[in-house]
């Protein structure tokens, strides 16, 4: 680790300061600080009192992030934890309610890039890909463990792979020989289980298969959906939160929230007076999900999944 450098592009960062418009003395949470390149921002923003929680389940990324932090002082306060357990680390913090919530999901290009970590095919290096190496199962352990009908099922879900239950079945076959235990091995199992000339050749015939145990490995979506409830019940009225997904499944679970959010009544047509009493809880502050420009995509190739959806608690 000491020679290794956490460097990461925050994503769309002139969009997430426009959606969360932070001011000074304001409260924040960033809820995947990872390098802290956005959390800074923010700091910056809200001088000279404003405080910022950042919680990260990467002990490796919080480490960064308060070397990052650290001439903010105590404005910034960090946190080891999933955002899905937001409500209960800011009570622990005596903080109630917060003006603005960010969620940049996803691992960040220094978890991708250093191999040992498990989250690439690039390199070789044990088949791990926890965000949290404290708890919870490895990739290895899956792959070695879960049903065929299982794995194809993940493959299929969190992937959309083509090939799932095919690539499942050639992992069961090796796996009754040796055990799985390296990116490497995993990888060329799925390229020589694909038929050939049907993945096109810019795209690793075995990221579907990284994504879909990356996603499997720390839960990602069910984190994604519990924390969007906590995450909006911290908000204060008025209050901004952004999201920034990367695939489609994320995108797909974060705008139906906020649909589901804006939608007023809901009683059956024809009723003479409306009994749900529902009304909307928040303003949509991206009508369409925002993308980052040309030029950032440029720099950072990684941005061009980027969509941020921000709201505005009513
Ligand atoms: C894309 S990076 C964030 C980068 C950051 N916005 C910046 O500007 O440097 C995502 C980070 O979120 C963390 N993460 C992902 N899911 C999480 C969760 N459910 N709870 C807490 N941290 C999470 C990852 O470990 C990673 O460090």
Redesign the pocket.
Known sequence: MADEIFQ????M?GE?LECLHPQSGEVFL????????????ILEATAPDGVLVG????R???E??SR?LAPFGDRAVLRH??????DRILAELGIAAVDGI??????????LDTARRGFSFQSDAPLDMR??TSAGLTAADVVNSMSIDDLTRIFREYGEERYARRIARRIDQVRAETPLLTTRELAELVRDAVPKGRVPSRIHPATRVFQALRIHV???LD??RD?LQRAMALLKPGGRMAV?S?HSLEDRIVKQFFRGKIQVCTCPPGLPVCVCNRTAEVELLTRKGLRAGDAEVEANPRARSAVLRAIRRL
């Open positions: 990461h592009y925050s994503v960062p997430v960033d809820g995947t600080v990872g390098g802290a390149g956005h959390a800074c921002l919680l990260d389940r990467d490796e990324a919080l960064a992030a990052r934890g999933n955002f899905a357990d937001a960010l969620l940049d999901l996803g691992v960040s290009s220094f978890q965000m949290d720390n839960a990602e984190s994604l924390g920034i990367f």
